[in-house]
């Protein structure tokens, strides 16, 4: 598998308006005829007009397109957070339902689609986005040029296929371990200047959440997962389109049990409650549903190239308890729905000012509304804690408001041969039923290229990232005093906007055809840093602040191919602290509470060392082609709490053991007739069958034990035209 690692993204503004005069110039038709538009030909030269606009100016940019994506396990029919692991930084956390860390960060990812920013949902979009619409993603990272605000940590730049670029279509049935079936379908076309491609895969299997406990089979983890995509253009000349992006995903997950555990906070283990029950028949479970659209429009007119966007996106997450077991266990059973709206508007462009300067612009405005609504069965209990009585509903209803708007300008200044020049800033604001914050941050990225192969990069950006509205909980505390649901304290300080400066440095070569490689470190000094984590049963984030923070940490990028072979690899070292935490008290144990008032401590989602390495083969022959692919992926694990000399507890101050995983596949393209073609697949999963720990349980804000997945057998069949 060969990766592509770039630091400047530049070559786009030279090569637009070569395209565009490539397009403007076809022979006019007669006078009473209109020019004929080559769909194929406009919708390429408004790609690289659109690139352009927002390109990566300095920072580090990875990427992965649809021929890497079949060279990992499982390929496109990998879920799409699979797909971002094989990049370097990445850190894997609840591998099936969504969760990434990048670079020492927990989430604060941001994700546009053909450069339109996606408003971010409760579940986030690890299981929401479908891997086989992707032509092309780019996760970039390092000191992010003025156009990138609020999330920070990386940004998932995400080209779609579409009906003018993928013509044809296919049908697929994907299957195998862990009762997996996953029958899926796609479709592209192009109607005169209209194209359309849509996408949509259903998918069960028995494996929706991390397995609790080292065993093969999770008990109890049943999901159900339909998406739906879809991506319409239509070209009204040779210079501006209007376009059309929809998605939609239902998910149904049935949260894994652990035999064996022991009563919780019910009196004598079943004093209030009637009969014994067996932690291994709970029955919680947890829907997520998503839905988003996007309109947008862009021009191209001569130097001046712009896109301006609107965006909606509704987002549920509804947990339900097993209201009977989880009072025995837990002595408390919480029926929590948290619904997201949100609405909002995006403009970014770009003026070539002649060959020195590139001048770009834009502004964002988002709205957001969240409802979170809980009723909640608890026990009184008396001073010692002990419930007193039969369990009683606590009804708990909240509306919460955010709003995000920001302002950036900026100047690409080539400003000597070799040196490229990007600096600006941006004006950012957040006001929320919680909080009232705003911030001006400079950006600058220096580019240096002594020669075509070689390049160096330094830059500096200051962040500021406020709180996702949507993992904000607003509990009122006091309902819950004298109850089994009761706070260690009823401290709630409002949860703010982190403030950050952030280094980048590195440098990247071409030491010889088809062989490249890269080296990037970065620093970042945070005030308020931001985290969340799992508090409490359901699977819904609650966001906090460290009064500092600081995450450095070096990556190591390698790739070689040639004619069919490509191998590559990634290895990243990466330290994420904290102290002190400010907002959000009540969540944390009062002994934990104190420590971290005085000590630095690991954040847990910190991974020491993060690696991926992989290789493939794909011979094309008559009639076909075969492919064969190994990868691996590497950590040393994420952080767990440990114990003192003395007997007392560090949070976050352990680690689960090392992990690798080794994966293989195979592939074999069967040509027809007509342009048609068959495709066969095999994949194993964790080769070896190594059963590992991503998480123990114990931790800030870990909810549960984590195993990682055993092995795991998959084959598809697909139909292409």
């Not at 690692?5 to 403007?24: E, G, K």
């Not at 906070?265 to 839905?291: C, H, M, R, V």
């Not at 007997?647 to 101050?653: A, L």
């Amino acid at each position: 598998m060969h990766f592509h690692r770039l630091y400047l993204s530049s070559l786009f503004a030279a090569a637009a308006p070569l395209a565009m005069a490539q397009t403007s110039a076809s022979p006019p038709g007669p006078p009473d005829q209109a020019v004929k538009l080559d769909p194929f030909v406009v919708s390429d030269s408004l790609d690289r007009a659109r690139e352009d606009i927002v390109p990566s100016l300095g920072a580090t940019s990875f990427l992965i397109d649809d021929r890497q994506i079949q060279n990992i396990p499982q390929g496109a029919n990998a879920p799409f957070n699979q797909v971002l692991l094989r990049a370097p930084g990445v850190a894997e956390d609840s591998a099936t339902n969504g969760d990434l860390h990048v670079r020492g960060e927990h989430a604060n990812l941001q994700y546009r689609i053909n450069d339109v920013l996606l408003p971010e949902g409760i579940s986030g979009f690890g299981l929401e986005l479908d891997s086989r619409f992707v032509n092309s993603l780019r996760l970039i990272t390092g000191s992010l040029p003025a156009q990138y605000g609020f999330r920070t940590a990386g940004v998932v730049d995400i080209k779609t296929k579409s009906g003018a670029l993928v013509p044809g279509g296919d049908a697929t049935l994907y299957g195998g371990s862990f009762g997996t079936i996953r029958p899926s379908v796609e479709a592209g076309a192009v109607s005169g200047h209209v194209s359309a491609f849509v996408d949509a895969s259903y998918d069960r299997n028995d494996l929706g959440i991390e397995n609790p406990t080292p065993e093969a089979k999770a008990l109890h983890d049943r999901t159900s997962q339909s998406k739906a995509f879809a991506y319409v253009s239509d070209i009204l000349d040779s210079s501006s389109r209007i376009s059309f992006i929809g998605s939609a995903s239902y998910s149904d997950f049935q949260v894994p049990d652990t035999p064996g555990l022991s009563a919780g906070t019910s009196p004598g283990g079943n004093q209030w409650l009637a009969g014994n029950f067996d932690s291994a028949k709970l029955d919680e479970k947890q829907n997520e549903q998503n839905y988003y659209g996007v309109v947008a429009y862009q021009k191209s007119a001569g130097e001046l190239n712009y896109q301006i966007s609107a965006f909606g996106r509704a987002s549920s997450v509804h947990f339900i308890p097993d209201p009977t077991g989880d009072l025995f266990f837990n002595g408390v059973a919480s029926n929590v729905k948290r619904n997201l709206d949100s609405v909002g508007l995006q403009g970014d462009s770009s003026y070539a000012l002649g060959e020195a300067h590139t001048l770009r612009a834009g502004a964002f405005w988002l709205n957001e509304s969240v409802t979170a609504d809980s009723t909640t069965a608890v026990f009184p209990v008396d001073v010692n804690g002990d419930p007193t009585g039969r369990a009683f509903s606590i009804v708990d209803n909240h509306r919460l408001h955010g709003l995000f708007a920001g302002f950036y300008a900026q100047d690409e200044w080539k400003f000597a041969p070799h040196f490229t020049l990007n600096v600006g800033a941006r004006a950012d604001a957040f006001n929320s039923s919680f909080d009232d914050e705003h911030q001006i941050s400079p950006r600058a990225n220096l580019v240096f290229q002594p020669s075509g192969s070689t390049t160096f990069h330094a830059g500096y950006a200051r962040y500021f990232t406020p709180p996702p509205v949507e993992n904000v909980s607003g509990a009122t505390l006091a309902k819950f005093n004298g109850t089994s649901n009761a706070a260690p304290t009823n401290r709630d300080d409002p949860v703010k906007a982190e403030r950050a400066d952030y280094f980048d440095a590195g440098a990247s070569r071409t030491v010889s055809p088809g062989f490249q490689v890269g080296v990037d470190g970065y620093y970042k000094k945070a005030k308020n840093q931001l985290d969340d984590g799992l508090f409490g049963q359901t699977l819904i984030l609650s966001a906090f602040n460290y009064a500092q923070g600081k995450v450095y940490g070096v990556e190591l990028t390698a790739s070689y191919s040639h004619e069919g072979f490509s191998i590559y690899g990634n290895l990243a070292r990466s330290e994420a602290q904290g102290r002190n935490w400010v907002s959000a008290e009540f969540l944390f144990d009062p002994d934990k509470f104190s420590y971290v008032q005085a000590h630095w401590i690991h954040l847990d989602h910190d991974q020491r060392l993060s690696g991926s390495f992989g290789a493939a083969y794909l011979r094309k022959e008559a009639g076909g082609s075969k492919r064969v692919y190994a990868d691996i992926i590497y950590g040393t694990g994420l952080r767990t709490d440990a114990t003192a000399p003395d007997g007392s507890i560090i949070p976050n101050g352990g680690s689960v053991p090392p992990y690798a995983t080794l994966n293989l596949g195979a592939e074999e393209t069967i040509d027809l007739a007509s342009g048609r073609s068959l495709i066969l697949r095999v994949d194993v999963v964790n080769l070896f069958d190594r059963s590992y720990e991503l998480r123990d349980g114990t931790g800030v804000g870990v909810g549960a034990a984590q195993f990682g997945q055993r092995q795991g057998f998959f084959g598809s069949l697909t139909w292409a035209y």
